[in-house]
């Protein structure tokens, strides 16, 4: 079993969320557990799709909109938990593709706020709008638990658009142009300054590791060429730093490889 800690976070939550939260602690608590079947699980907790058992005596089911709402919620929630560099991150992109190749008996569901209507997990309906949400709650990063929280739903986001899950390239960008904001001889010589610096550059990192094709390429979401110059750059600067954490210096290290090997365009 895995000695990943997650908690649902929530003083009175819903009981479909308490379902969601057990099958994505089970799923990622055991390395041995398949994500196809973890995902089918999820799948049969969709108000059309879930058996009576299941369903609170005398409760109506929620529509479909405020279902997939808390369930994004929920696993945006769990992503945040994951240390940015544990193999759950990955355990849990693996889920998440999993559930975008689900075939489902609902096949459709109609979102009356957006008038349209989309593939139940084909499209993975509302985990752009709710990641953006949570996104947007982090509006400081001089708490160490924010930091973390910041660097773990990135992680996340960056490894759903490698594998295609969903389109979250923007996020890199801000990424890219937050660490590059920072003055690094400041923050080498202010402790709040250098913790942020270090999870800005951490971020800017895991998105390039695991997005650096997409970057490089101007016209599919990627950065311009000075800035992919001034990026490398800084990997540069921070992987040969012995101010820098050894964990800070080993992502900058492969980041700047990656740039390396790939050329903008």
Not at 160 to 187: H, N, P
Request: charged share 25%; glycine share 4%.
């Amino acid at each position: 079993m895995s000695s990943l800690h997650l908690e649902l976070r929530d003083d009175d939550p819903w009981f479909i969320e308490e379902k969601i939260f057990q099958v994505l602690l089970d799923y990622l608590q055991n390395p041995t557990a398949s994500p196809a079947p973890t995902a089918q699980a999820l799948d049969r907790l969709f108000p059309a799709n879930r058996p009576d058992e299941d369903q609170l005596a005398g409760e109506p089911r929620e529509d479909p909109g405020s279902f997939l709402w808390h369930f994004w919620g929920v696993v945006h929630n769990v992503a945040q938990q994951i240390p940015y560099t544990a193999p759950e991150q990955d355990r849990l992109a693996e889920l998440i593709k999993a559930l975008k190749d689900l075939s489902s008996q609902t096949k459709t569901v109609y979102m009356a706020s957006w008038d349209q209507t989309f593939d139940l997990w084909g499209d993975l309906p509302m985990l752009g709008p709710t990641f953006r949400e949570m996104y947007d709650r982090m509006v400081s990063l001089t708490d160490e638990e924010e930091r973390e929280h910041w660097q773990s739903l990135n992680a996340y986001a960056a490894r759903l658009t490698r594998d295609g899950s969903a389109d979250l390239i923007l996020f890199a960008k801000y990424a890219v142009e937050g660490m590059l904001a920072e003055d690094l001889e400041q923050g080498l010589v202010d402790n709040v300054l250098r913790c942020i610096l270090e999870c800005r550059i951490a971020v800017a990192a895991e998105w390039v590791i695991h997005c650096g094709q997409r970057l490089v390429a101007q016209e599919d979401g990627g950065i311009d060429t000075e800035n992919w110059q001034r990026c490398k750059e800084r990997f540069s600067d921070v992987s040969d730093n012995g101010s820098m954490s050894p964990e800070t210096q080993e992502r900058a290290q492969k980041a700047k490889q990656v740039m390396e090997a790939l050329q903008p365009g």
